[in-house]
């Protein structure tokens, strides 16, 4: 049982590009979610998806795009990389009953 | 709004020195309330629920309703408790109109020294 899965765990990207982080959870959770860590500033939600074909925005939603074709799949998509985007990214999930959220192991991202 | 403050950004103790790790919330309802931590490049973890009111790695917190407080406890805290801990609140599940969305506070670094 692999919980949440996170790919990549590093990336350096250039101002301007663009890249996919990757989230997969095996466990049939409904609810899955995207938050950035930034130091001192805690855990702020980016989008998040009560189930498949449903996304909605969270806190801060600018400049990234997510997809849920599928209850296991849950991709963030960055279209173009800027400085602010820099960041440790976290997916989570949680079941329809459980409030308690499993999360991936985080992907962090540079841009420069 | 839902808000969740953790007014210390670093707490430092001695092995052995109870700890408290203070939260305040702002919710109109009735909340659930959570602690996550976050050990050295580990990923978040579900550390207790306030409705299962139950004691892991010997923390505690009351959900104190009157003072909005959700304060994690531990009578004597061991050097491998050093991590961060975050603090969160989930809103109105979907069947009363929410989302299950949880909103943290911004984190405790705590050390604890030998």
């Known amino acids: 049982n692999a919980g949440v899965t996170q790919t990549p765990k590093f990336r350096i990207l250039k101002i301007g590009q663009s890249m996919t982080l990757q989230c997969a959870q095996d466990?049939?959770?409904?609810?899955m979610y995207w938050y950035r860590q930034d130091p001192g500033m805690g855990l702020k939600l980016i989008y998040y998806s009560v189930g498949a074909g449903i996304t909605d925005k969270g806190e801060v939603p600018n400049g990234y795009n997510v997809s849920r074709s599928t209850t296991e799949d849950f991709p963030l998509r960055l279209e173009l990389a800027a400085p602010s985007q820099t960041s440790v990214y976290f997916c989570?999930?949680?079941?329809?009953?459980?409030?308690?959220?499993?999360f991936g192991s985080g992907t962090r991202l540079t841009v420069v | 709004a839902q808000r969740v403050t953790q007014p210390e950004k670093l707490l430092s103790v001695f092995k052995g020195a109870p700890v408290e790790l203070k939260c305040n919330y702002s919710y109109s309802g009735s909340p659930e309330l959570f602690w996550y931590v976050q050990y050295s490049r580990q990923r978040l973890q579900l550390l207790l629920r306030?409705?299962s009111r139950e004691s892991i790695k010997g923390f505690t917190a009351d959900l104190n309703k009157g003072e909005t407080s959700f304060h994690l406890k531990k009578p004597f805290a061991q050097e491998e408790d050093s991590a961060m801990y975050y603090c969160?609140?989930?809103?109105?599940?979907?069947?009363?109109?929410?989302?299950?969305?949880?909103?943290f506070g911004k984190g405790t670094k705590l050390t604890v020294n030998p």
């Open positions: 969160a609140l989930s809103g109105p599940t979907i069947t009363q109109g929410g989302s299950e969305k949880l909103v």
């Open positions: 466990m049939n959770h409904n609810y």
């Open positions: 989570a999930s949680a079941g329809q009953a459980d409030y308690g959220y499993t």
């Open positions: 306030h409705i």
